[in-house]
């Protein structure tokens, strides 16, 4: 699990990672803080997702 999510809904997020039933042709879109996109990444990666079919928005931080 990724660092500093704690209890939080981020890692409940995760967590349901865990559940989603995928097949080969499966596609999966993330967004959110940049440390639970890469985990939620990783993780769909390690169970075998093909990283072609990941995809994401980034949050970024608007400059004052």
């Known amino acids: 699990m990724a660092k500093g999510f704690g209890t939080s ?3 409940l997020s995760l967590k349901r990672v865990e559940t989603i039933a ?5 596609e999966a879109y993330l967004c959110g803080p940049p ?7 990783a ?6 997702l093909v ?3 990941i995809f994401n928005e ?3 931080h608007a400059k004052a």
């Open 43 to 48: 993780r769909l990666l390690e169970r075998g």
């Open 9 to 11: 809904a981020a890692d």
């Open 22 to 26: 995928f097949d080969a042709g499966s």
């Open 51 to 53: 990283s072609a079919h």
């Open 35 to 41: 440390g639970m996109v890469e985990a939620a990444r």
């Open 58 to 60: 980034e949050f970024v």
